[in-house]
């Protein structure tokens, strides 16, 4: 395994490093104050557009893409330490056209799609100009098993007819959200449970969709939102499908083992970023006598939290690096480890950094407390940590059973 950067990898690393330096890092104040003038927890703040349009100029777009075709053609490996530095404030990855759920949605349309749904939906997404969701968990069920699911998707002559609920669909809270990818079920009487569900495409102007509620986080009311949708006799052409019928579990899986990768990568980035702040205010704060950074408690925060975040992405980088070597199958254990650990290390790095801070650490005067409740949830995105344990202790199981037999 050789975790080098290439040349190619080092030029958009030190152009994407000093973007964030010029532009998104000293525009954090900026992007919330537009928003809160506007009066709109979802307003598309001015500022994004702007600096969307200076990433783009500097080519500093799609950069997830494998695809030579839509984006920077670089592999999983290549594209992880970019989606750290990005990961250093939460809303910049959309100024790069690289933000989740929009990520996965595009690679599978371009993978999946037909060439009319490439053109319609791919095409505006790839230019930035809309966004959109990925409807699949449900209120009422326990959708860590997507085998619950209950929304329904009835075929009627050349339309289906969607009925149900949705809930936490990022970015449906904003009117930029023009397309929803929705999984349900089409063939619940197959005993193949994972051959039930079909993806299909809805707009969001389709009549009988309702988008009925944004859903905070802690408290915190996310830009982009993540909203509860409510399906009531929605009817769309069948040439909506996405995909074959009844193929949604396989063209999940092929989108969730780069989308986590790009999750735990931007975990990693927000408690880089904690880290340096801790380090700030403890070199600057004194308390009884000498500066914190003289205190063995504090000492012990960082050089923790550095071991910590420096393991996580090591471990990152190996899934990522086997993902792109062996393939996805193979990287299915790593790619559980890391889906744990990323969001602990989210989340223990931050909390420290609030320490650190003391009262002000849990105020709106530093990123720190939105950072941990984002972090908080990144526990459950993508699946709870306990499914991920229970899918890699199973692996480790059988793996150790067929040694033995051998």
């Not at 420290?352 to 003391?358: D, E, K, N, P, T």
């Amino acid at each position: 395994m050789d975790f080098e950067y290439s040349d190619k990898v080092n030029e958009l690393r030190r152009k994407l490093q000093a973007f964030m330096d010029a532009y998104v890092i000293p525009n954090r104040e900026t992007f919330e104050q537009q928003i809160a003038e506007s009066g709109d927890p979802h307003f598309y703040p001015p500022i994004l557009e702007e600096l969307k349009a200076k990433a783009r100029a500097e080519g500093l777009w799609n950069l997830f893409l494998p695809d030579d075709e839509y984006g920077a053609g670089l592999t999983n490996l290549e594209y992880a330490p970019l989606a750290e530095i990005m990961g250093r404030v939460e809303w910049s990855s959309e100024i790069f056209n690289c933000n989740a759920p929009d990520t996965g949605n595009m690679e599978i349309f371009a993978q999946f799609g037909t060439e009319e749904q490439k053109k319609q939906w791919l095409e505006p997404l790839l230019e930035g100009k809309i966004r959109s969701g990925y409807a699949m968990t449900e209120p009422g069920v326990s959708s860590s098993d997507p085998i619950n699911l209950q929304f329904t998707i009835k075929r009627e002559g050349d339309e289906y007819v969607l009925n149900g609920r949705k809930w936490w669909t990022t970015g449906a809270s904003r009117e930029r959200c023009q397309i929803f990818i929705v999984m349900g079920l089409t063939n619940p009487d197959n005993p193949i449970k994972h051959q039930r569900h079909t993806m299909v495409l809805v707009p969001r102007n389709t009549p009988g969709l309702t988008v009925l509620r944004n859903l905070s986080v802690m408290g915190y009311t996310h830009n982009d939102g993540h909203a509860e949708l409510v399906f009531e006799n929605v009817r769309v052409p069948v040439s909506n499908r996405l995909g074959d019928e009844n193929a949604a579990f396989a063209i999940s899986q092929a989108r969730l083992g780069p989308g986590r990768i790009h999750h735990c990568m931007r975990s990693i980035g927000a408690a880089s970023f904690a880290l340096e702040l801790m380090i700030k205010r403890a070199t600057e704060r004194s308390t009884y006598g000498s500066r914190l950074a003289e205190h063995g408690v504090i000492q012990n925060y960082i050089a923790e939290s550095a071991i910590e975040i420096e393991q996580a992405r090591l471990l990152t980088f190996k899934a990522a690096w086997t993902m792109d070597t062996i393939g996805k199958k193979a990287a299915m254990n790593q790619i559980a480890m890391i889906k744990v650990v990323a969001p602990r290390v989210h989340t223990n790095v931050v909390n420290r950094a609030i320490q650190v801070y003391g009262g002000e650490g849990i105020s709106q005067d530093t990123p720190l407390a939105h950072m941990w409740a984002t972090g908080r949830m990144m526990h459950l995105v993508d699946g709870p940590d306990e499914v991920h344990i229970r899918a890699l202790a199973r692996s480790l199981i059988k793996q150790a059973s067929l040694a033995k037999a051998e």
